[in-house]
């Protein structure tokens, strides 16, 4: 079975400063990951995704992710956190050979203060 | 381009009733998917069609949920009878055939079931 582990309920980050939101997942063979964005009121929006290649994937806003088989985390990053980030992130992953079905976290909420 | 379409965006019932959610996914995306969150929890797969046929249902929690793909186009899920662990958001998406594509997600229809 995959599942997904998103350890902290929430990160709190002053505007400017660089933010990390921590994903770590287990799958059966090599994982697709995905990153989700959901704003108040709203869908999740994708932001980013691995499927393979090189390690550092950037996707939307200026989010980047890095994929570490090793240690089997997909941690979301941006350099200069804007309080407009403020949301609720999901980091989601499929198996190769386990259909198209996300298995997600439980989320992570960014707050970006002034 | 539109984007998912889910209706209605909220649903109050009274345990026992019959609800139908509908989802109109991104016009040429054969996959749709349901999935759903309770309350602070993970996002949950429900079911996956391709065109009109339920290609992974290992998520439908019971038999008092039916989901149907009319010809392949819009899509509906009747919970009955609805009981008050059905609460929840529910969320529908859809993508492209094929290589592993980024699901779209709808706006997702709140449930609550007193």
């Known amino acids: 079975a995959q599942s997904v582990a998103q350890p902290e309920d929430q990160v709190n980050v002053a505007e400017g400063n660089p933010l990390t939101v921590k994903c770590t997942y287990s799958?059966?063979?090599?994982?697709?990951l995905f990153w989700y964005v959901q704003y108040p009121n709203r869908g999740l929006q994708f932001l980013l995704k691995?499927?393979?290649?090189?390690?550092l994937v950037k996707g939307s806003y200026g989010f980047e992710a890095e994929f570490n088989k090793s240690q089997t985390s997909f941690h979301l990053k941006k350099p200069s956190a804007l309080v407009s980030d403020s949301a609720l992130y999901f980091c989601a992953v499929r198996g190769k050979s386990s259909g198209d079905k996300l298995t997600f976290g439980t989320g992570t909420r960014l707050a970006v203060r002034p | 381009e539109a984007g998912v379409t889910q209706f209605p965006s909220h649903s109050v019932i009274e345990k026992g009733q019959t609800v139908t959610l509908r989802c109109d996914p991104i016009s040429g995306h054969d996959n749709l998917y349901w999935y759903r969150r309770v309350m602070g929890k993970e996002i949950k797969f429900l079911l996956h069609?391709?065109?009109?046929?339920?290609?992974?249902e290992s998520g439908m929690p019971n038999n008092r949920f039916l989901a149907e793909r009319t010809g392949g186009t819009y899509s509906t899920l009747k919970v009955q009878p609805a009981e008050l662990e059905d609460s929840g958001v529910y969320f529908c998406?859809?993508?492209?055939?094929?290589?592993?594509?980024?699901?779209?997600f709808g706006p997702g229809t709140r449930l609550t079931v007193t």
């Open positions: 998406a859809s993508s492209l055939a094929g290589y592993p594509y980024e699901q779209y």
């Open positions: 069609f391709v065109k009109e046929s339920k290609q992974d």
């Open positions: 691995y499927i393979t290649g090189d390690n």
């Open positions: 799958v059966s063979g090599n994982p697709y």
